[in-house]
């Protein structure tokens, strides 16, 4: 679809999604503007060669932060681990490849990611390629770190906030231009 929209002359785009927290501190509702996103999937190797990051686009990124920030939402910025398969990361030990899997999922805990989600590696990296500028706005929905750590873990499914945000930031966009 980026492909195409690019062939149409859009220049820019942000996902609207959902993730779930990693970090202690990112609780259910709190919105997540990822500045880059581990390319643990696929689609992004058919576009860059596996060292090239995954980061969003700066003035995107500005944009949806000081709309979160302006509305007065729990905003966090940084990295987001990006993946293939939801049920990798909630039954790992499911897969042939759960070593793997929890590995992984450790090391990313430790660097600090902030969220696990599954489009926005694609999306920062197609983007790249075709010369376009890509955000990114999520809705934290939990956060399974706190819930096994024994701590108050807030399910959230409300992703209006993050809508809002997102036409807030094409708003402050466009004014740019």
């Known amino acids: 679809a ?3 929209l ?3 002359g859009v220049d820019t785009f942000i996902r609207i999604g959902t993730c779930g927290g990693m ?3 990112v609780l259910g509702g709190d919105l997540i503007v990822p500045t880059a996103a581990v390319r643990f999937e696929g689609t992004s190797n058919q576009y860059a060669p ?3 990051p995954a980061a969003a686009n700066f003035e995107v990124t500005a944009a949806l932060v000081q709309a979160a920030s302006a509305a007065g939402r729990r905003v966090h910025t940084g990295v987001v681990h990006c993946k293939d398969s939801f049920y990798g990361q909630h039954a790992p030990e ?3 490849v759960s070593g793997l899997l929890t590995e992984r999922w450790d090391a990313y805990k430790r660097l600090g990611v902030l969220a ?3 489009e ?3 999306l920062f990296t197609v983007c790249a390629a075709l010369g376009a500028r890509a955000g990114c706005v999520l809705t934290c929905i939990w956060n399974q770190e706190r819930a096994e750590a024994g701590l108050d873990d807030p399910v959230c499914e409300d992703t209006a906030p993050a809508v ?3 036409v807030e930031a094409i708003g402050r966009l466009i004014g740019e231009k």
Do not use: F, G, T, W
């Open 2 to 4: 980026a492909e195409e």
């Open 6 to 8: 690019r062939l149409l």
């Open 23 to 25: 970090q202690l501190s």
């Open 50 to 52: 596996p060292d090239y």
């Open 94 to 96: 499911k897969s042939p």
């Open 116 to 118: 696990s989600e599954m």
């Open 120 to 122: 926005s590696a694609a």
């Open 164 to 166: 809002r945000c997102a």
